[in-house]
C-alpha cells in the first residue's frame, strides 16, 4: 500500500509537524516522508480531501459488539467498519455477549475475529466467571491470550474481598482491574439520575452517591493492594473529586467518562426517549461542569463513546422495560470536538492508549502509519442517517455536532467513507 496525503493538517503535539500542512507518503504501512510538497508517482494512490487532518489513531476504551450470541445487535465485522468510519483506530472490547467473554478460547476467538483488519481489536476479559461476581475468572490465561484488562461490564464488584483479591493477583502480571462504579444497594431500583427531574418525571432515582460510596471503597482497596485500578464512566461532581485526590496521593488509578455524559443531562428525559436511558444515568449541569473541570487539569485519563448497540425490541418499549445504553462511535468525535475544541478533543481520544499498555504511534518518518483522517470544520445535525451501526439506539440524533470523520490508515489498510 503506497498512499500520499496531500496538504493533511498535523494535529499531534508529539510530531515535530504538528500543526502544519504537508504532503505524508506511506510505503508498505509506515511513514516514508512527510514534505511540504511531494511529488505523486505512478504507485501512489493520491489522498485529496476537504480540509485534511490528521492525527495519531483514536482510541475508544469501552465498545460493545454482540457477536456472539447477540449478533442482531452488532456483528464483529461490521463493527469494525463502524469504528473505522467513525476514525477509530483501536478499541477495548468488552465481554457482554453470549457466552461471556472469560476464558482464554473466548479471547482467541474475538482476536481471531478480527485478525487482517483495518482496526486493531482489543478484548476486555470479564474479572468473574460469566459475569456473576462470584468467583474470579482465569485472568492470567486470558491475558497470555491477548486481553488487555478485567472487568465485568456494567456489573459492580459486590465483594470488597474479591476485588481485593484481584487487584493483588493481578500484580503478577502487571494486570489492569476494571470496576464499575455502581454500589446497588444504595442504587436500588432507580432508572435514572435521582434529583429534581426523576420527581417531575415519576422515575425511580439512582443518586450520586451509589457512585461515589463504591469508588470511595475501591479506592480504599487500591491503596491497600497497590494494584491497578480503571473506573470506568464517572459522571458525578464527588466522583472527580475522590479520584483526583487518590492520583495525588500516587495511586495508580485511571478513569473515563463518556461523551455523553459530558454532553446530555437528565432534562432530556423529559420526552422519556429510551435512547437517554444509559446506565450510569445522565447527570445534572454541576456534574458536567466537573467533568469538564477534571478533563482540563488530567483527572480524567479518556473519553468513551462507551459504544452498546441495543436492538429495537429492548429499546421501544416501555422507559421502565428499556435496556440501558447508546451508541456512540459515529458521533463521538463531533460531539467531543463541539464541547472541548479539536486539540483537548484529540487529546481524549488518544491519550487512553497507554493506560491500557497500547502503544501510541506519533506522525513521525519511519513510524508506523496508525492515523485518523477527519476536517474539524462544519457543523451538521446528526441525524439516523449518518448511524452507520447496525442498531441506531442513539442519543445524539437531532444534536448539533461539529466536525467530520474521514476513515483511517492502520495495519496497512485504509478505511475511507
Not at 466467571?129 to 475468572?137: F, L, T
Request: aromatic share 6%; with cysteine.
Amino acid at each position: 500500500m503506497n498512499l500520499l496525503l496531500k496538504a493533511a493538517t498535523v494535529i499531534d503535539p508529539e510530531s515535530p509537524f504538528h500543526n502544519k500542512t504537508v504532503d505524508i507518503l506511506i510505503k508498505d504501512g509506515v511513514i516514508s516522508n512527510i514534505d511540504t510538497s511531494i511529488q505523486s508517482a505512478a504507485d501512489q494512490k493520491e489522498i485529496l480531501l476537504n480540509n485534511l487532518h490528521v492525527s495519531q489513531g483514536w482510541f475508544d476504551s469501552s465498545v460493545s459488539f454482540g457477536e456472539p450470541g447477540y449478533e442482531e445487535r452488532e456483528t464483529i465485522i461490521h463493527g469494525l467498519q463502524v469504528a473505522a468510519k467513525s476514525g477509530f483506530t483501536t478499541i477495548a472490547v468488552q465481554p457482554n455477549t453470549l457466552p461471556i467473554v472469560d476464558t482464554s478460547t473466548s479471547i482467541a476467538f474475538l482476536k481471531g475475529k478480527s485478525l487482517d483488519n483495518a482496526v486493531s481489536l482489543h478484548p476486555i476479559g470479564s474479572l468473574t466467571i460469566q459475569s456473576k461476581g462470584v468467583d474470579m475468572a482465569e485472568l492470567f490465561d486470558m491475558k497470555q491470550a491477548g486481553a488487555i484488562a478485567f472487568g465485568d461490564y456494567k456489573k459492580a464488584i459486590k465483594n470488597p474481598n474479591l476485588l481485593k483479591i484481584a487487584l493483588l493477583y493481578a500484580q503478577n502480571f502487571d494486570g489492569l482491574v476494571i470496576s464499575f462504579p455502581q454500589e446497588n444497594e444504595i442504587a436500588g431500583k432507580g432508572i435514572v439520575n435521582e434529583e429534581e427531574q426523576s420527581t417531575l418525571l415519576g422515575l425511580k432515582g439512582i443518586p450520586a452517591l451509589a457512585e461515589e460510596l463504591q469508588i470511595a471503597r475501591d479506592l480504599f482497596l487500591l491503596e491497600y493492594t497497590k494494584g491497578k485500578l480503571h473506573i470506568p464512566t464517572i459522571t458525578t461532581s464527588k466522583s472527580v473529586d475522590l479520584i483526583r485526590k487518590a492520583k495525588e496521593k500516587g495511586l495508580q488509578i485511571s478513569c473515563s467518562t463518556t461523551a455523553h455524559h459530558l454532553t446530555l443531562t437528565d432534562k432530556e428525559l423529559i420526552t422519556f426517549d429510551t435512547n437517554y436511558k444509559v446506565l450510569p444515568p445522565l447527570r445534572t449541569q454541576k456534574d458536567i461542569n466537573a467533568l469538564l473541570e477534571g478533563i482540563t487539569d488530567g483527572t480524567i485519563d479518556m473519553v468513551t463513546a462507551d459504544h452498546q448497540p441495543i436492538d429495537v425490541e429492548h429499546k421501544k418499549v416501555e422507559f421502565d422495560n428499556a435496556s440501558y445504553g447508546t451508541i456512540g462511535l459515529e458521533s463521538a468525535f463531533g460531539v467531543l470536538n463541539n464541547t472541548l475544541g479539536l486539540e483537548k478533543t484529540i487529546d481524549v481520544l488518544t491519550k487512553g492508549k497507554s493506560v491500557f499498555g497500547i502503544e501510541n504511534k506519533s506522525i513521525t518518518v519511519g513510524a508506523i502509519a496508525d492515523i485518523t483522517l477527519f476536517t474539524p470544520k462544519g457543523d451538521t445535525t446528526f441525524e439516523k442517517e449518518h448511524i452507520l451501526s447496525t442498531s441506531k439506539n442513539s442519543a445524539f440524533v437531532g444534536k448539533t455536532i461539529l466536525g467530520n470523520t474521514y476513515g483511517i490508515i492502520s495495519n496497512g489498510k485504509i478505511v475511507l467513507k
